[in-house]
RNA sequence: CGCGGGGUGGAGGAAUGGCACCUCGUCAGGCUCAUAAUCUGAAGGUCCCGGUUCGAAUCCGGGCCCCGCAA
């Protein structure tokens, strides 16, 4: 029995760049013939610039899978992609969270059978930051999608979903963490039933697509620096969201001086120390909203600094401003006078 | 050796060659029905090694560690 089932195992290969995919990986491994990781080259990484290599490689050579990794799905690199898929008899491809976009040789090549799982419920979200935008705009449900790769940007047929509903205190860092585990446990059971012919494919609603363009280089889906800047006129519960959105990176920042008596923030008002430059970027990286729907502030990081929590930004960088009751200065005015 | 910033009691920060200081915490005591409130007092510190100097947290050399940029 076992060796029937050995020779009915599906062939599939798996696209990712992502540490988060060593879950998908081990289920992929454990159902079917994980016949070929493809992942980038290693990157020069961290402050000494060291290469360092991808998890996904990593696993794949602990784990005695074959792998390729590669600087761009183009050229010669596009050509290996394909001559590995061909000489493996692949019968899916799965893709998650790769740093490059699928070109259409290699759709053209394995028609039906490049499968992308996207982190959002498409046609919501198409694009690079779907579980950003989520948080961002304070949805209550999101999910994953796993769907068919088409030549334009996430906009395949979907064979399967699976909703999330947020608590509302999600970062993208731990919502993605949660998402990719759903898609570890559904996967297989979906590429399984789709090779069986179960699935009826479900093609997205066009006119309902939404992508996820960064406000500041709107011609691109990815996230920026620049949009994790804090806009103070924002109502607190948008910041709140924004300070959640970019967190683990790039990490909601502002300009240290806005901090200076701020209506947004909860507590006391205060102005800064001497001690740090008002034109210095605070990185915000965590806060909440308390009862009269004010900012506060848990974690933050002053530029070259360790992060430190508020109460010990307070104890090293702030004075307080001291609220005078109405009328006092004038009286201490005047008395300076007649004296 | 990719580029820049930094390391000061338990925490976060001042002090640029001359008595190591501030806020918080800790401990003891006072006040209090009580307290995270308040008062008094105490303990505890310059990352490591070497150099310059009458004198180094501060200047120089080497090392270790942290942060950002970059990817």
């Given at each position: 029995?076992?060796?029937?089932?050995?020779?009915?195992?599906?062939?599939?290969?798996?696209?990712?760049?992502?540490?988060?995919?060593?879950?998908?990986?081990?289920?992929?491994?454990?159902?079917?013939?994980?016949?070929?990781?493809?992942?980038?080259?290693?990157?020069?990484?961290?402050?000494?610039?060291?290469?360092?290599?991808?998890?996904?490689?990593?696993?794949?050579?602990?784990?005695?899978?074959?792998?390729?990794?590669?600087?761009?799905?183009?050229?010669?690199?596009?050509?290996?992609?394909?001559?590995?898929?061909?000489?493996?008899?692949?019968?899916?491809?799965?893709?998650?969270?790769?740093?490059?976009?699928?070109?259409?040789?290699?759709?053209?090549?394995?028609?039906?059978?490049?499968?992308?799982?996207?982190?959002?419920?498409?046609?919501?979200y198409?694009g690079?930051s779907?579980?950003?935008h989520?948080?961002?705009?304070?949805?209550?449900?999101?999910?994953?999608?796993?769907?068919?790769?088409?030549?334009?940007?996430?906009?395949?047929?979907?064979?399967?979903?699976?909703?999330?509903?947020?608590?509302?205190?999600?970062?993208?860092?731990?919502?993605?963490?949660?998402?990719?585990?759903?898609?570890?446990?559904?996967?297989?059971?979906?590429?399984?039933?789709?090779?069986?012919?179960?699935?009826?494919?479900?093609?997205?609603?066009?006119?309902?697509?939404?992508y996820t363009?960064?406000?500041?280089?709107?011609?691109?889906t990815?996230?920026?620096?620049?949009?994790?800047?804090?806009?103070?006129?924002?109502?607190?519960?948008?910041?709140?969201?924004?300070?959640?959105?970019?967190?683990?990176?790039?990490?909601?920042?502002?300009?240290?001086?806005?901090?200076?008596?701020?209506?947004?923030?909860?507590?006391?008002?205060?102005?800064?120390?001497?001690?740090?430059?008002?034109?210095?970027?605070?990185?915000?990286?965590?806060?909440?909203?308390?009862?009269?729907?004010?900012?506060?502030?848990?974690?933050?990081?002053?530029?070259?600094?360790?992060?430190?929590?508020?109460?010990?930004?307070?104890?090293?960088?702030?004075?307080?401003?001291?609220?005078?009751?109405?009328?006092?200065?004038?009286?201490?005015?005047?008395?300076?006078?007649?004296?």
């Amino acid at each position: 029995m076992d060796e029937v089932n050995e020779h009915k195992k599906l062939k599939v290969a798996f696209f990712g760049t992502s540490d988060r995919s060593i879950p998908i990986l081990e289920k992929l491994n454990e159902t079917f013939e994980l016949v070929l990781c493809v992942t980038k080259n290693d990157v020069k990484v961290g402050r000494h610039q060291k290469l360092k290599e991808t998890e996904v490689k990593k696993w794949a050579k602990t784990n005695n899978v074959k792998y390729v990794t590669i600087s761009g799905l183009k050229g010669t690199d596009l050509e290996k992609v394909i001559e590995q898929l061909n000489n493996s008899n692949v019968d899916f491809v799965l893709v998650a969270d790769f740093s490059f976009i699928i070109p259409a040789p290699l759709i053209e090549t394995f028609p039906k059978k490049l499968i992308n799982i996207h982190f959002s419920l498409l046609p919501k979200y198409r694009g690079a930051s779907p579980v950003q935008h989520a948080i961002l705009n304070g949805d209550s449900i999101t999910g994953i999608t796993i769907h068919l790769v088409e030549k334009r940007m996430d906009s395949g047929d979907i064979l399967h979903q699976i909703g999330y509903k947020m608590a509302g205190n999600e970062t993208s860092g731990t919502l993605y963490d949660l998402l990719f585990k759903l898609a570890a446990e559904n996967i297989t059971e979906v590429l399984e039933r789709y090779s069986q012919g179960q699935i009826t494919q479900i093609p997205q609603d066009e006119d309902s697509a939404t992508y996820t363009y960064s406000p500041t280089q709107p011609q691109s889906t990815f996230i920026f620096k620049e949009d994790a800047e804090i806009k103070w006129k924002s109502p607190a519960d948008v910041i709140e969201r924004k300070i959640r959105a970019y967190n683990p990176w790039p990490i909601a920042w502002t300009l240290a001086e806005y901090l200076e008596k701020n209506p947004k923030l909860s507590g006391r008002n205060f102005i800064l120390r001497s001690n740090i430059n008002k034109e210095s970027k605070i990185r915000i990286h965590s806060a909440e909203l308390d009862d009269q729907n004010k900012l506060k502030i848990r974690t933050l990081q002053p530029e070259g600094r360790n992060k430190i929590n508020w109460e010990e930004f307070e104890n090293g960088y702030v004075l307080p401003v001291i609220q005078e009751p109405k009328g006092l200065k004038d009286k201490l005015l005047n008395r300076d006078k007649t004296d």
